[in-house]
């Protein structure tokens, strides 16, 4: 029963989604006349020529507003360069000291190791001693 109603709330949000009002979704500056739709029965060449330099105008916009974008894209993919750039000579900074330091690591142990076998040589001297 849970389950049936479950699915009987989904589905009618689903479906009060679809047939929402599509008023959310248009700009605010909306004007059907830009785009050549006219609600007038008769048709005037006039009106039909200025819906025709407007939608011409709104395609140069548009175009205008696509080379925009494309020239932001370069200009990040530039970026984007340039920051793997630094990125891949930082990594090599990073992967050279991280070399030396594991270098430098061993040779601690080494000198600690060596201290260590000292300090039980001069205890087993004097062990050796009493």
């Known amino acids: 029963m849970k389950k049936l109603v479950l ?7 689903c479906t009060g989604i679809v ?15 830009a785009y050549g739709t006219s609600l007038s029965s008769g048709s005037n060449s006039s009106s039909a020529s200025s819906a025709a330099t ?9 175009q205008n507003a696509i080379q925009q974008l ?6 990040i993919r530039n970026e984007l360069l340039n920051i793997k750039t630094k990125f891949a000579d ?6 050279l000291v ?3 330091r594991n270098a430098l ?9 060596r201290i260590r076998e000292i300090d039980k040589a001069k205890e087993k001297i004097r062990q050796n001693m009493l």
């Open 7 to 13: 699915t009987l709330s989904l589905i009618a949000a």
């Open 98 to 100: 991280k070399t030396e």
């Open 90 to 95: 930082v990594d090599a900074q990073y992967k």
């Open 19 to 33: 047939y929402a009002d599509g008023n959310a979704f248009t700009p605010l500056d909306f004007n059907d006349t």
């Open 70 to 75: 494309d020239n932001a894209q370069i200009d």
């Open 54 to 62: 407007e939608e011409a105008i709104g395609n140069g916009n548009i």
């Open 105 to 113: 690591k061993k040779q601690v142990r080494a000198v600690e190791r």
